[in-house]
T-cell receptor, first 115, second 112 residues
């Protein structure tokens, strides 16, 4: 089946620094990728839709200047958490689906801890 | 807006017991419904799906039927195994929008 990877799997950083998370589709091209956020014992919440070659579409309440998304190629989307603060600590998960497909394939997630 | 509600866990069962995890939804239009499973240390994997009313999705002994009249998509398995221990997420995608709306997840623990 289709494989989506994320890097890093875990990151600890100091408050005020920026953190970049990569999401790659390994064996298919994805014009659209999705970024979700999951707090402990809570549901995955959609943050934004990443569109290859164009601006990302953010969900209501998600700060686009804080969570920068770049989808520079058909296999790579990046999420940069700028000036991270402790409240940004969470589990970030990306997903992608092949062109014309409905099934989404998920990455293993990145756990961010901001001290 | 769309929402998905599933039973809280953890659900603890003995091996070979019958499993039901309830899921109900609220959506505009005609959503597709999914169950995803997350095994320890792994990403979410699609378990099964149904795209229209009365469809039954099935995989690995798990089943769920799309019930429009009760807006439900309950997950069932007749005989669980220890290897089924995982977190199960019910989700929907609305017409024309591929992003998913998830339930809160239900942790299943199967004891030998």
């Amino acid at each position: 089946g289709a494989v989506v990877s994320q890097h890093p799997s875990r990151v600890i950083c100091k408050s005020g620094t920026s953190v970049k998370i990569e999401c790659r589709s390994l064996d298919f091209q994805a014009t659209t990728m999705f970024w979700y956020r999951q707090f402990p014992k809570q549901s995955l919440m959609l943050m934004a839709t990443s569109n290859e070659g164009s601006k990302a579409t953010y969900e209501q309440g998600v700060e686009k200047d804080k969570f920068l998304i770049n989808h520079a190629s058909l296999t790579l989307s990046t999420l940069t958490v700028t000036s991270a603060h402790p409240e940004d600590s969470s589990f970030y998960i990306c997903s992608a689906s092949p062109p014309g497909g409905e099934t989404q394939y998920f990455g293993p997630g990145t756990r961010l801890l901001v001290l | 807006g769309n929402s998905v509600t599933q039973m809280e866990g953890p659900v603890t069962l003995s091996e070979e017991a019958f499993l039901t995890i309830n899921c109900t939804y609220t959506a505009t239009g005609y959503p597709s419904l999914f169950w995803y499973v997350q095994y320890p240390g792994e990403g979410l994997q699609l378990l099964l799906k149904a795209t229209k009313a009365d469809d039954k999705g099935s995989n690995k002994g798990f089943e769920a039927t799309y019930r429009k009249e009760t807006t439900s998509f309950h997950l069932e398995k007749g005989s669980v195994q220890v290897s089924d221990s995982a977190v199960y997420f019910c989700a929907l995608s609305d017409t024309g929008r591929r992003a998913l709306t998830f339930g809160s997840g239900t942790r299943l623990q199967v004891q030998p």
